[in-house]
Protein backbone atom coordinates (compact mmCIF):
# COMPACT_ATOMS: atom_id res chain seq x y z
CA UNK A 1 0.00 0.00 0.00
CA UNK A 2 1.84 3.08 -1.38
CA UNK A 3 -0.88 4.97 -0.30
CA UNK A 4 -2.88 8.11 -2.66
CA UNK A 5 -0.42 9.30 -5.41
CA UNK A 6 -0.95 12.97 -6.93
CA UNK A 7 0.93 14.94 -9.83
CA UNK A 8 2.48 17.15 -9.90
CA UNK A 9 2.89 18.94 -6.42
CA UNK A 10 2.67 21.89 -8.14
CA UNK A 11 1.42 24.04 -11.01
CA UNK A 12 1.92 27.39 -11.85
CA UNK A 13 0.44 28.13 -15.23
CA UNK A 14 -1.02 31.45 -16.73
CA UNK A 15 -4.80 32.59 -16.76
CA UNK A 16 -6.53 31.07 -20.09
CA UNK A 17 -4.43 27.85 -19.95
CA UNK A 18 -5.45 24.27 -19.74
CA UNK A 19 -4.31 22.14 -16.69
CA UNK A 20 -4.88 18.21 -15.77
CA UNK A 21 -3.96 16.69 -12.77
CA UNK A 22 -3.71 12.69 -12.13
CA UNK A 23 -4.41 10.76 -9.01
CA UNK A 24 -3.66 7.14 -8.34
CA UNK A 25 -5.61 6.04 -5.41
CA UNK A 26 -5.36 3.47 -2.73
CA UNK A 27 -5.25 0.03 -5.51
CA UNK A 28 -8.20 -2.07 -3.11
CA UNK A 29 -10.28 1.74 -2.97
CA UNK A 30 -13.31 1.90 -5.52
CA UNK A 31 -13.56 4.99 -4.41
CA UNK A 32 -12.73 8.40 -5.54
CA UNK A 33 -12.87 11.76 -4.43
CA UNK A 34 -11.27 15.63 -5.65
CA UNK A 35 -11.59 18.64 -3.52
CA UNK A 36 -11.10 21.93 -3.37
CA UNK A 37 -9.13 23.50 -0.53
CA UNK A 38 -8.24 27.83 -0.35
CA UNK A 39 -6.30 29.14 3.25
CA UNK A 40 -8.46 29.34 6.03
CA UNK A 41 -11.01 27.38 4.57
CA UNK A 42 -11.70 23.08 4.88
CA UNK A 43 -11.35 20.90 1.97
CA UNK A 44 -14.64 21.76 -0.48
CA UNK A 45 -16.38 18.62 -2.29
CA UNK A 46 -15.96 18.62 -6.41
CA UNK A 47 -16.85 15.14 -7.58
CA UNK A 48 -17.31 11.63 -6.41
CA UNK A 49 -16.47 8.23 -8.30
CA UNK A 50 -17.82 4.78 -7.65
CA UNK A 51 -14.96 2.96 -9.84
CA UNK A 52 -15.54 4.45 -13.35
CA UNK A 53 -18.81 6.22 -12.38
CA UNK A 54 -18.80 9.75 -11.70
CA UNK A 55 -21.63 9.70 -9.34
CA UNK A 56 -21.52 13.37 -7.97
CA UNK A 57 -20.55 16.88 -9.04
CA UNK A 58 -20.61 19.75 -6.84
CA UNK A 59 -22.31 23.04 -8.00
CA UNK A 60 -19.18 24.31 -7.20
CA UNK A 61 -17.80 22.96 -10.19
CA UNK A 62 -18.01 24.84 -13.46
CA UNK A 63 -18.11 23.48 -16.86
CA UNK A 64 -14.81 24.45 -17.26
CA UNK A 65 -13.88 21.76 -14.81
CA UNK A 66 -14.10 17.80 -15.89
CA UNK A 67 -12.90 14.87 -14.10
CA UNK A 68 -12.53 11.48 -15.47
CA UNK A 69 -11.73 8.31 -13.89
CA UNK A 70 -11.73 5.56 -17.78
CA UNK A 71 -10.86 2.16 -16.11
CA UNK A 72 -11.95 2.66 -12.19
CA UNK A 73 -8.62 3.30 -11.16
CA UNK A 74 -6.50 6.69 -11.71
CA UNK A 75 -8.21 9.74 -11.89
CA UNK A 76 -7.68 13.20 -14.12
CA UNK A 77 -9.12 16.37 -13.35
CA UNK A 78 -8.84 19.18 -16.02
CA UNK A 79 -9.69 23.34 -15.44
CA UNK A 80 -9.91 24.80 -18.95
CA UNK A 81 -9.19 27.73 -19.45
CA UNK A 82 -8.00 28.69 -15.79
CA UNK A 83 -8.98 31.86 -13.82
CA UNK A 84 -7.12 33.33 -11.11
CA UNK A 85 -9.50 32.27 -8.68
CA UNK A 86 -9.25 28.57 -9.62
CA UNK A 87 -5.73 28.93 -7.16
CA UNK A 88 -6.00 26.11 -4.96
CA UNK A 89 -4.68 22.83 -3.34
CA UNK A 90 -6.55 19.94 -5.14
CA UNK A 91 -6.67 17.08 -3.07
CA UNK A 92 -7.77 13.93 -4.36
CA UNK A 93 -8.94 10.72 -1.48
CA UNK A 94 -9.57 7.50 -1.81
CA UNK A 95 -12.09 5.04 0.12
CA UNK A 96 -13.54 1.69 0.42
CA UNK A 97 -17.31 1.08 -0.23
CA UNK A 98 -19.34 1.32 3.41
CA UNK A 99 -20.43 4.75 4.82
CA UNK A 100 -17.92 4.07 7.96
CA UNK A 101 -15.12 4.15 5.44
CA UNK A 102 -12.23 7.22 5.95
CA UNK A 103 -11.28 9.14 3.21
CA UNK A 104 -7.48 8.67 2.51
CA UNK A 105 -5.90 12.02 0.92
CA UNK A 106 -3.14 12.23 -1.38
CA UNK A 107 0.21 15.07 -1.01
CA UNK A 108 -2.35 17.46 -3.29
CA UNK A 109 -1.40 19.50 -6.35
CA UNK A 110 -1.22 23.13 -5.52
CA UNK A 111 -1.98 25.04 -8.51
CA UNK A 112 -1.22 28.67 -8.93
CA UNK A 113 -2.55 30.74 -11.41
CA UNK A 114 -0.73 34.38 -12.62
CA UNK B 1 -25.79 28.03 7.28
CA UNK B 2 -23.28 25.94 6.44
CA UNK B 3 -23.24 22.03 6.93
CA UNK B 4 -20.77 21.48 9.24
CA UNK B 5 -19.84 24.09 11.52
CA UNK B 6 -16.48 24.66 13.75
CA UNK B 7 -15.15 27.19 15.55
CA UNK B 8 -12.26 28.61 13.64
CA UNK B 9 -10.24 29.37 16.92
CA UNK B 10 -7.51 29.71 17.04
CA UNK B 11 -6.78 28.31 20.52
CA UNK B 12 -3.07 29.15 21.94
CA UNK B 13 -3.19 26.20 25.08
CA UNK B 14 0.12 25.77 27.00
CA UNK B 15 1.66 21.79 27.15
CA UNK B 16 -0.22 19.48 29.15
CA UNK B 17 -3.66 21.67 29.22
CA UNK B 18 -7.27 20.24 27.85
CA UNK B 19 -8.91 21.63 25.03
CA UNK B 20 -12.05 20.72 23.38
CA UNK B 21 -13.64 21.60 19.93
CA UNK B 22 -17.34 21.74 19.06
CA UNK B 23 -18.95 20.72 15.62
CA UNK B 24 -22.57 20.90 14.70
CA UNK B 25 -23.96 19.53 11.39
CA UNK B 26 -27.03 20.38 9.75
CA UNK B 27 -28.27 17.02 8.03
CA UNK B 28 -29.89 14.92 10.30
CA UNK B 29 -29.41 12.11 7.70
CA UNK B 30 -25.82 12.01 8.43
CA UNK B 31 -24.52 8.81 8.83
CA UNK B 32 -20.46 8.86 10.00
CA UNK B 33 -18.17 11.03 11.75
CA UNK B 34 -14.49 11.73 11.78
CA UNK B 35 -12.32 14.08 13.01
CA UNK B 36 -9.05 14.88 10.86
CA UNK B 37 -6.13 16.11 11.62
CA UNK B 38 -4.15 18.90 8.85
CA UNK B 39 -1.19 20.39 9.50
CA UNK B 40 0.18 23.62 7.81
CA UNK B 41 0.39 22.88 3.95
CA UNK B 42 -0.31 19.10 3.90
CA UNK B 43 -3.07 16.71 3.59
CA UNK B 44 -5.70 15.95 5.94
CA UNK B 45 -5.33 12.76 7.99
CA UNK B 46 -7.41 11.03 10.00
CA UNK B 47 -7.40 11.21 13.72
CA UNK B 48 -10.52 9.44 14.51
CA UNK B 49 -13.52 7.83 13.99
CA UNK B 50 -16.43 9.38 16.02
CA UNK B 51 -18.91 6.91 17.48
CA UNK B 52 -22.58 7.60 18.68
CA UNK B 53 -21.17 5.61 22.24
CA UNK B 54 -18.58 7.68 22.21
CA UNK B 55 -14.66 6.76 22.08
CA UNK B 56 -11.43 7.42 22.95
CA UNK B 57 -8.02 7.22 21.18
CA UNK B 58 -5.03 7.41 23.99
CA UNK B 59 -5.17 11.39 25.22
CA UNK B 60 -8.29 12.35 22.64
CA UNK B 61 -12.07 11.19 23.26
CA UNK B 62 -14.65 11.82 20.62
CA UNK B 63 -18.35 12.25 21.60
CA UNK B 64 -21.08 12.21 19.19
CA UNK B 65 -24.96 13.83 20.21
CA UNK B 66 -27.54 12.83 17.35
CA UNK B 67 -30.10 14.77 19.14
CA UNK B 68 -28.63 17.90 19.08
CA UNK B 69 -26.16 17.41 15.80
CA UNK B 70 -23.28 17.83 17.80
CA UNK B 71 -20.10 16.75 17.64
CA UNK B 72 -16.49 16.76 19.98
CA UNK B 73 -13.38 16.14 20.30
CA UNK B 74 -11.43 16.36 23.75
CA UNK B 75 -7.51 16.41 23.61
CA UNK B 76 -5.89 15.79 26.87
CA UNK B 77 -2.46 16.52 27.86
CA UNK B 78 -1.65 18.51 25.26
CA UNK B 79 1.59 18.23 23.31
CA UNK B 80 3.55 21.02 21.21
CA UNK B 81 3.07 17.84 18.42
CA UNK B 82 -0.46 18.63 18.54
CA UNK B 83 -0.23 22.12 16.84
CA UNK B 84 -2.72 21.68 13.62
CA UNK B 85 -5.95 22.11 12.41
CA UNK B 86 -8.53 20.10 13.49
CA UNK B 87 -11.23 18.72 10.51
CA UNK B 88 -14.57 17.45 11.75
CA UNK B 89 -16.32 15.52 9.17
CA UNK B 90 -19.70 14.12 8.08
CA UNK B 91 -20.80 11.74 5.21
CA UNK B 92 -24.07 11.04 4.42
CA UNK B 93 -26.15 9.99 1.52
CA UNK B 94 -24.79 5.92 1.37
CA UNK B 95 -21.03 7.59 2.93
CA UNK B 96 -20.00 8.99 -0.42
CA UNK B 97 -21.00 12.95 0.43
CA UNK B 98 -18.04 13.73 2.65
CA UNK B 99 -18.58 16.98 4.00
CA UNK B 100 -15.48 18.70 6.14
CA UNK B 101 -16.15 21.34 8.53
CA UNK B 102 -14.04 24.53 7.95
CA UNK B 103 -11.13 23.57 10.75
CA UNK B 104 -10.51 24.88 14.32
CA UNK B 105 -6.71 25.72 14.36
CA UNK B 106 -5.05 24.78 17.74
CA UNK B 107 -1.31 26.08 18.77
CA UNK B 108 -0.11 24.38 22.09
CA UNK B 109 3.01 26.36 23.58
CA UNK B 110 5.98 25.44 25.73
Known amino acids: DTGVSQDPRHKITKRGQNVTFRCDPISEHNRLYWYRQTLGQGPEFLTY????????KSRLLSDRFSAERPKGSFSTLEIQRTEQGDSAMYLC????????????FGNGTRLTVT | RKEVEQDPGPFNVPEGATVAFNCTYSNSASQSFFWYRQDCRKEPKLLMS???SGNEDGRFTAQLNRASQYISLLIRDSKLSDSATYLC???????????FGAGTRLFVKA
Open chain 2, 50 to 52: VYS
Open chain 2, 89 to 99: VVTYTGGFKTI
Open chain 1, 49 to 56: FQNEAQLE
Open chain 1, 93 to 104: ASSKTGGDSPLH
